[in-house]
């Protein structure tokens, strides 16, 4: 009888780490789900009436109803799929492509000459709330210095030391490499990142509003570019890079990249992908 008991409870214990590991690496979405009718295959999570996902079922690693004939689903870290929402006749959006920058890119084969992550100084970890403050309008006051001209744009070596690895938000996405690097950059003194601008169409949802998406940054950097590259090549100074091969990972990858010591400064580098490199 007690052997019996001891023989449940082990399976049990087996069944719940059995289900714990197939949630490693995955990504949970809650819903009111069926089968995909357009897409063979897929299931539709219904999160709102704002937003629809559909998943291959080959990438849900698990599920468990959850009440209300809703439904948690797992998705497979990594996995394509389809995310539909409410847009506007006329955006420059589409739809379907633009969800993919939302999950997170495969893992890069590393290659023999590839740069490794930069050490040393991680900059401003711990800025202030503050800062993000409006301060005081200014007083005008006799002998006050007249406004100047715009300052040059801070050096790329700038925006390396303030790499943090993290927004200042807190908040934080599975693919994160446009949220952290434009976070750097605004911290280097690139403030027309955080204002209102035409190449950056998504933000994170915290007060630091960083830019999140990759291919917005890409635009950004052909902007500023006064000189461009397609092979990374040592000594030759700091690059802005956009890295992208569609038919893997439509959203691409940013990375700051240092020739002169072969480090980059992001989330990861994809040295098999194509380079579009940029300085200013």
């Known amino acids: 009888m007690a052997e019996n008991i001891m023989k449940g409870q082990q399976n049990d214990l087996s069944s719940l780490m059995e289900r714990a590991s ?32 559909s998943f291959a079922k080959s990438d849900i690693m698990d599920r468990e109803s959850i009440g209300e ?56 970890a711990n800025a202030e709330a503050m800062e993000h403050l409006a301060p005081p309008p200014a007083v005008d006051v006799p002998g006050a210095p007249r406004y100047a001209a715009a300052l040059p744009a801070p050096p790329l070596s700038t925006v390396g030391s303030c790499w943090t690895n993290k927004c200042v938000g807190g908040d934080a996405f599975v693919n994160n490499c446009a949220h952290f690097l434009s976070d750097a950059f605004i911290r280097a003194g690139y403030t027309e990142l955080a204002d209102p601008n035409p190449y950056i169409e998504a933000r994170c949802s915290t007060y630091a509003h960083r830019p999140i998406r990759a291919r917005n940054m890409w635009s950004w950097f052909k902007s500023k570019a006064v000189r461009t590259s397609y092979t990374p090549t040592q000594n030759t100074g700091w690059w802005a890079v956009f890295q992208l091969d569609e038919s893997v990972y439509w959203g691409g990858h940013v990375v700051l990249y240092d020739s002169d010591t072969s480090t980059y400064y992001g989330t990861g580098w994809h040295g098999t992908w194509n380079q579009y490199m940029y300085q200013w």
């Open 69 to 124: 004939n809703r439904i948690r689903v797992y998705v497979r870290a990594g996995a394509t799929a389809f995310r539909l929402g409410r847009i506007r006749a006329g955006e420059p959006h589409d739809i379907f492509m633009v969800a993919m920058e939302d999950i997170a890119p495969p893992t890069s084969p590393g290659m023999p000459g590839d740069p490794r992550p930069a050490g040393g100084p991680v900059g401003l």
């Open 22 to 53: 197939k949630r490693d690496l995955t990504v949970p979405f809650e819903g009111y789900s069926r089968d995909d009718g357009n897409i063979p295959g897929n299931i539709l999570i219904v999160e709102s009436g704002d937003c629809v996902y």
